[in-house]
């Protein structure tokens, strides 16, 4: 049996076997060059593959019948020379969509994100998921999907599957394991409950921790594209830290990497929720800084921050520093050179920054020769359940024959 070519050399299996996953594995690149590179004429794609012009243009072809490609677009640049010009292949705005939901503890939101990596929807509903059982907030977050995948459906895009980002430790299965900041919802099968109680049972479900699915976001579309190795240091009511490390996203095998909340800075420091004393969020948390500067509510605190409260800007002064002791020991295990500031330390970046990358400076030992960039977020707010959806978009991109019957056949 002749091998494959080097572009699509695949461990031997047997006869239609193979030549099935032969096809499955070229319809990924197509789909793939496409999502990272934009639209292209076949002859363009095949060259970037490696791939023969009538083999590039029989997998457009089955994507096209699909729905997720389209060659009804004018190419760019316009051709001036008669003669017909090359169509360039572009995503088809009624392909693949996925839903990113995110459970926060003061709020549910959700998205629809097609495969460009295009917002398509939002909707926030604020509620306090502390209180009541878990159940009802859960059902209310099954309902906001199911309002999403019904506007996504109307407006002509097809919902694929749906991310769920959680604050708390989610293991690889989607099972939310510890979650100090919401007493009495761990463990909770995340995927599986709200596929049931949205009615959305056919997409496919998947979760993670809140702050690990910011990166992501970040990674694809925001303040972490082009970096290989970053960390996001997300900021609410807990604090949580999402690692990418050469490219990808460091989970640790029971989903607890990247707690740096629960980072000790003081061992004899104030008592924190997860039941150890001296955690960075009891100074760095949103609560720790209402009760240090005498405020109430996230609104209040970013509004006192901005007319320079002496009160706030001293809980703010105190936090930036356990950040910053908190993400040198970081810095020095691991080696990041960038820290994007997430959620509330987004807004509060021009005011944490400073003692952050002070104390950085004097800790981290790479500060000397290769001192650590301190940025800001860029995608905010959407930065978790941008990254959600994106966990099931990459999984279509890798497998497109896995998600899209139609390719199968
Ligand atoms: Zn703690």
């Not at 921050?305 to 970081?330: K, Y």
Request: hydrophobic share 50%.
């Amino acid at each position: 049996m002749p091998e494959a070519s080097s572009a699509t050399r695949l461990p031997a299996v047997p006869g239609a076997a193979r030549q099935a996953s032969l096809r499955a594995h070229n319809l990924a690149l197509v789909l793939q060059a496409l999502v990272e590179g934009g639209p292209e004429s076949r002859a363009a794609l095949a060259r970037r593959l490696g791939l023969t012009k009538s083999t590039v243009s029989a997998l457009v072809e089955q994507l096209a019948a699909a729905g997720v490609v389209t060659d009804d677009v004018a190419p760019t640049p316009p051709t001036p020379a008669p003669g017909r010009p090359a169509s360039p292949v572009a995503l088809a705005a009624g392909g693949p969509v996925a839903l990113g939901i995110e459970i926060a503890v003061d709020g549910l939101a959700g998205c629809v994100v097609d495969l460009a990596g295009a917002l398509r929807a939002t909707e926030r509903v604020a509620t306090d998921n502390r209180s009541g059982p878990p159940r009802e907030r859960l059902a209310q977050a099954g309902a906001l999907a199911a309002r999403l995948a019904a506007r996504a459906t109307a407006e002509g895009g097809a919902p694929v599957g749906a991310g769920i980002a959680f604050p708390g430790i989610v293991d690889a299965a989607g099972v939310a394991r510890r979650a100090p900041n919401l007493p009495g919802w761990a463990p909770c099968d995340l995927p599986a409950l709200l596929a049931r109680l949205s009615g959305l049972g056919t997409l496919v479900w998947r979760a993670g921790n809140e702050a690990n699915l910011a990166a992501l976001g970040e990674q694809r579309a925001g303040a972490g594209r082009g970096q290989a190795d970053f960390v996001l240091v997300s900021g609410e009511v807990g604090i949580g830290a999402g690692l990418v490390l050469g490219g990808r996203l460091v989970t640790g095998p029971t989903g607890a990497a990247g707690e740096l909340g629960h980072v000790c800075v003081a061992p004899d420091g104030p008592l924190c929720g997860c039941g150890a004393r001296g955690c960075v969020e009891q100074y760095a948390g949103l609560e720790a800084l209402q009760r240090a500067g005498g405020v109430s509510g996230r609104a209040a605190l970013l509004s006192a921050a901005g007319r320079r409260d002496a009160a706030v800007l001293a809980a703010l002064e105190r936090a930036g520093r356990a950040l910053g002791v908190a993400c040198a020991a970081l810095v020095n295990v691991v080696d990041v050179p960038v820290i994007v500031l997430g959620g509330l330390y987004r807004e509060l970046a021009s005011v944490l920054s400073a003692p952050l990358c002070e104390e950085l400076g004097r800790r981290a030992l790479r500060g000397q020769y290769a001192p650590v960039r301190v940025v800001a977020s860029e995608l905010g707010e959407d930065a978790a359940m941008r990254g959600a959806a994106g966990l099931v978009l990459d999984e279509v991109v890798r497998d497109p024959v896995a998600f899209l019957p139609e390719l199968g056949r």
